[in-house]
């Protein structure tokens, strides 16, 4: 068995470790929290047998070979750069830091530690999302045109919507972009094999001031009507549309919104090529879209025996069986593990999982992204 720990135990951490204990040859043995009292309690809620209210205390745990960093935003480089030190396995929430300082140092470290490092882009991993990638590296749809589409939500619609992303000191400059346009970035990028080099971004707050709940509300939680609420001014985007060009010289837009009422995880994407077309949506997700100009449109389920043989495996019940984002969870988790037990980055044409280096270039496009918003113009991706 391998052995991992996990530090924090947010909304996210819990997600972690529910796809690790589906994979069978992994098992959580320790949990660190913002204090020992804190990590104590979920390590009883979730049966894990060892807690720590220090990163560097589980770090030093005995036979520990690998630690999801699932804290929140600010903490991720710190954190981050104490895993690979420690010379363990290191697996990060998304995005890898906050800056693309940190992202640099970050690439260059986990490339030197001779470990396997992943971040957490969980789109790429449904089965439909793998198959559409196939096709595109097998030719069958042929050149790339463009790619179109958009990540939208609705969870803070509202004035009194709050959460400490909206804090720029905690989440970052940028928010919307950051938190769910950096998914459909890393997506894109998988499916075409393409990187995002140019961008021009247009950003919006609709709440300029929003009213943050006195007491400490979860992620996703609902608000009580009794609560109390104070005054915080807003500097992160709540929603934004990009223009942009790949590298080979196709373009595309897409959109992020975290104010779309209706929408409460809706990813979706158009790729557009010369012989047909590929769209999906992550809350249907086991279908691909298929456009044809001279046949009829197809709509493939994620039947294992409907799948490119390459992909075939990330589809693991027969057709018509419900699979979705724990699923892809829990794929995201095993492909990580299966690299993890050779020792070994696998190839970059052989990986299904984002690496840091793959989390810095989205950290790249995020910065560039900011920077066209606030310049008014075309900005390049650094490479």
Not at 310 to 333: C, L, T, Y
Not at 346 to 374: L, T, W, Y
């Amino acid at each position: 068995m391998i052995q991992i720990g996990i530090v924090g135990s947010g909304f996210i951490g819990p997600a972690h470790i529910e796809a690790l204990r589906r994979l069978g040859f992994v098992e959580v043995v320790a949990l660190c929290d913002v204090s020992l009292a804190a990590a104590q309690d979920k390590a009883r809620q979730l049966n894990i047998p060892h807690a720590y209210g220090d990163v560097e205390a589980l770090l030093a745990h005995p036979g520990l070979q690998a630690v999801h960093n699932c804290t929140p935003n600010f903490l991720h480089a710190q954190v981050n750069r104490q895993i690979l030190r420690a010379g363990k396995h290191v697996f990060s929430e998304k995005p890898l830091c906050m800056t693309v300082e940190e992202a640099r140092e970050l690439e260059q470290m986990a490339q030197g530690a001779g470990v396997v490092h992943g971040v957490s882009f969980v789109y790429r991993q449904f089965a439909m999302v793998q198959q559409a990638a196939s096709m595109v590296r097998n030719g069958s749809a042929g050149r790339l045109f463009s790619a179109y589409g958009g990540y939208h939500q609705d969870w803070m619609l509202q004035e009194t919507d709050f959460n400490w992303r909206v804090d720029a000191a905690q989440g970052g400059v940028s928010r919307a972009v950051a938190d769910i346009g950096s998914h459909w970035c890393d997506t894109v990028q998988f499916v075409t094999g393409r990187r995002i080099v140019e961008v021009m971004a247009d950003l919006a707050i609709v709440w300029p001031t929003r009213k943050a709940s006195v007491a400490a509300e979860a992620t996703f939680s609902e608000h009580r009507p009794d609560a109390q609420y104070q005054d915080v001014p807003v500097t992160t985007e709540d929603a934004g549309s990009v223009l942009f060009r790949f590298d080979d010289g196709s373009k595309g837009c897409f959109s992020v919104s975290q104010v779309s009422a209706g929408r409460k995880n809706r990813l979706h994407f158009d790729i557009n090529a010369s012989d047909c077309s590929l769209s999906w949506d992550q809350e249907t997700p086991q279908q691909l879209w298929i456009g044809q100009r001279h046949q009829a449109n197809q709509l493939l389920s994620d039947d294992p025996g409907l799948l490119n043989r390459d992909v075939a495996g990330q589809a693991h019940f027969p057709g018509g069986h419900s699979e979705g984002w724990p699923d892809a969870f829990k794929n995201m988790m095993l492909n990580f593990y299966q690299a993890v037990r050779t020792g070994e980055m696998p190839a970059e044409n052989a990986r299904r999982f984002a690496s840091f280096s793959e989390g810095a270039n989205v950290m790249h496009i995020i910065d560039a992204i900011v920077k066209s918003h606030q310049q008014r113009r075309w900005v390049s991706v650094e490479q």
